[in-house]
């Protein structure tokens, strides 16, 4: 079964919709996450307050979590693309294939980055008054804040898995659409 040039944009039309979604709603949650109110053994405070706080949580466990809001604005760039790709009139389908498998290369690699600040923010210690904690241990556990706090993180990692997903598949489309049309120049 071969795909039809208005197959391909669909599938392109609908990640690049939800390239743009997905990061919003993202976005919006991090927002979110640091306006609550979290209770920090015994110490009620912002959230904001404990990742940006020099006293709480080391340089590289902000740093992360600032990389970690960054990529969230690069998937919403990479979205914005894809839908300019696809709406461009390109003379040649060829050159579109292509752009939609380095797109595709580009979201697993970035997302591997991503994966890798997720986890390492988890594995970061927080500490105040002598006592430590790692940042994944206070985020699960149900003293530390309201339950969607435990929500918005576990969001996170679907949406890594999503994206891993997306740019498997989207590199994948775009390899074949380009083999495909040089089979069909091929045989011209």
């Not at 600040?117 to 002598?130: A, C, D, H, K, P």
């Not at 904690?133 to 898995?161: A, D, E, K, R």
């Not at 997306?166 to 495909?180: K, S």
């Amino acid at each position: 079964m071969t795909l039809q040039e208005k197959d391909y944009k669909k599938f392109v039309l609908f990640f690049s919709f939800s390239f743009i979604i997905i990061p919003l709603i993202e976005l919006i949650s991090i927002y979110i996450l640091l306006n609550t109110g979290v209770n920090f053994y015994g110490h009620k405070m912002l959230f904001s307050e404990l990742m940006f706080n020099s006293s709480y949580m080391p340089f590289s466990g902000k740093l992360l979590f600032i990389l970690l809001t960054i990529s969230g604005c690069f998937f919403l760039i990479i979205g914005i693309t894809m839908l300019k790709i696809n709406s461009k009139s390109l003379s040649e389908n060829l050159l579109r294939a292509k752009k939609i498998f380095m797109i595709g290369i580009l979201i697993l690699i970035f997302t591997f980055l991503k994966l890798g600040y997720l986890s390492f923010l988890g594995r970061t210690l927080v500490s105040i008054n002598g006592k430590e904690s790692t940042f994944l241990h206070l985020i699960m556990s149900s003293t530390f804040g309201p339950f969607y706090v435990t929500v918005i993180w576990l969001f996170f990692t679907g949406v890594i898995c999503f994206q891993l997903m997306a740019g498997l598949f989207l590199a994948a489309l775009g390899l074949n659409w380009v083999l495909e049309l040089q089979k069909q120049t091929n045989q011209k």
